[in-house]
């Protein structure tokens, strides 16, 4: 296979360069019209931190307990953001903790506080071992009842 620069140049010899690993030059780089304030990127957006960072790394939590359905509180309800007891914490564990003055599902604080499940249960699973959330797990026996299925089945047919 034999291609030619973009220039329409033949390659120094012995010299193959894909064409979108060649170096681009800053005139090349930053050519073309300004951006508009509409193309700028909201800094809003741009101030959120990677998922794994906001985990230290880890993909999976490490309390099996947890699944998208589990039901946490927090321990001492009543917490504002500024609380002496949350300062310590990342403005994502806060917002949990707050927001989980009410029995919420994992995956309902997810939502709400628009995070990805897998980021959530890790937090959820460092706050519970912290000592700022409980968390309600349901026994299995439950979750095999045909009512409770049946009950499921029927709600998800009314809404679809």
């Known amino acids: 296979m034999h291609w030619k620069e ?3 140049e033949e390659p120094a010899p012995g ?3 894909r064409p ?19 193309a700028t990127l909201d800094p809003a957006i741009t101030d959120v ?6 985990t230290s790394g880890r993909v999976a939590g490490t309390d099996p307990s947890i699944s998208l359905e589990t039901q946490v509180t927090a321990r001492h309800p009543g917490l504002s953001w500024d ?10 564990m806060r917002n949990i903790v707050l927001l ?24 959820v699973g460092d706050l519970r071992a912290a000592g700022y959330l409980d968390v309600h797990v349901r ?6 009842n045909p009512d409770v299925i ?3 089945i029927d709600g998800l047919s009314a809404i679809s």
């Open 20 to 38: 979108y690993l060649r170096a681009v030059t800053p005139a090349e780089q930053f050519a073309g019209p300004a951006p508009t304030p509409e």
């Open 139 to 144: 026994h299995g026996a439950e979750s095999f």
């Open 6 to 8: 973009p220039d329409g």
């Open 83 to 92: 609380s002496p007891g949350l300062s310590r914490l990342t403005p994502e």
């Open 15 to 17: 010299v193959q360069i």
């Open 150 to 152: 049946l009950r499921v």
């Open 100 to 123: 989980c003055a009410e029995p919420l599902s994992v995956a309902e604080v997810s939502a709400q506080l628009q995070l990805q499940l897998g980021v959530t249960k890790v937090l």
């Open 49 to 54: 931190p990677r998922p794994f960072v906001l």
